[in-house]
C-alpha cells in the first residue's frame, strides 16, 4: 500500500480533471484536488500539514484555488468516474472478476479494523461509503490503508525531530531517491541547503551530503515504527488469509506494473521493479 496510486498518472484521471476544469499540464492541480477533496474544502495550512512533504509555497500555490474550480463533492464525484475508467482499462476483465470480489471482502475487514483517530487523510477516506463495484472498493479500501500507513509515518518523522524538508533531505541521504527527483516538492534550493545544515549539525549527514550512521540508523528507526503503526489493522487477517490475500491481488498488481504509467523512481523510495 506504500505504492503511488495510479489515479495520479492515468489518462482517464487527466481526462475528468480538464472536464472540471483544472490544468493538466501538469498533475499537481488534479493531485491537490483528488487527495484533498476527502477533507472537504480544506485550507492552505491543513493541506500543507496533512500532506506535510510539500513546501507551504508550493501548496498556496494550488490551495485553496482547487476548490474554486469545483467544490470537492464534485471533485469526489470525478475522482470515482476516474478511478472506474482506470481500473477497467488496466485490469480488464479482472476488475469484476470473483477473485477481485474476494480480495475487497479480505481488505475490508483490514480497513474496517484500522484506528484512524490522530489520522486526518486516512480518516477522512474511511468517513466516504463503500462502492458496490469491486474494482472501486478495492480502490477505497487501498487508498484508506495508503493514508492510515502515511499518517502514522508523519507521526514517526515528527518523533524523530525531522520537520518536512528534514525528512525529504535525510531520505535523498540514504539513497532513497535522487534529490532531483525530491525537487517536485517545491522546496527552494536555499530551504533545502539549510536543512542539510541543521542535519550536519546533528551528526546525521556528511559533508557530501550522504547520511552517517546515526543518520541512516535514524531513518531505519522511522521506517520501522512506520511498519510497526500500520501493521494493527492487518492482524485482523489470519496468516492463511493474508497468503491468500497476496495471491488473489498479484495478478491486478503486475497489470499496474506492467501498464508503464507510474514513474520509475519516487518521493516514495521505491522504485517499479
Known sequence: M??????????????????????????????FAWRAAPLGDASAARVAVTFHSFSPAMVDEHVPAVWSVAPPADVLAARTRAVDRTYRTLLGKAYAAADTAEAVALLRRVTEAADTADRPLAAANAALPWPDEPHLALWRAATVLREHRGDGHLAALARAELD??????????????????????????????????????????????????????????????????????????????????????????????????????????????
Open 2 to 31: 506504500r505504492r503511488p496510486p495510479v489515479l495520479y498518472y492515468a489518462p482517464e484521471a487527466f481526462e475528468e480533471a480538464a472536464a472540471l476544469g483544472y490544468r493538466t499540464d501538469e498533475r499537481w492541480p488534479s493531485y
Open 164 to 273: 518536512p524538508v528534514e525528512s525529504l533531505v535525510s531520505f535523498a541521504a540514504i539513497g532513497a531517491a535522487a534529490p532531483e527527483v525530491f525537487a517536485s516538492r517545491g522546496w527552494s534550493d536555499e530551504e533545502w541547503q539549510e536543512a542539510r545544515q541543521r542535519l550536519l549539525g546533528r551528526g546525521l549527514l556528511k559533508g557530501d551530503g550522504m547520511a552517517t550512521n546515526a543518520g541512516r540508523v535514524l531513518r531505519a528507526e522511522v521506517e520501522r515504527r512506520t511498519d510497526e503503526a500500520a501493521a494493527a489493522p492487518w492482524r485482523e487477517l489470519g496468516g492463511g488469509e493474508r497468503e491468500r490475500l497476496v495471491a488473489l491481488l498479484g495478478p491486478l498488481w503486475v497489470a499496474v506494473i506492467g501498464s508503464g504509467m507510474l514513474p520509475s523512481e519516487t518521493t516514495l523510495g521505491i522504485g517499479k521493479v
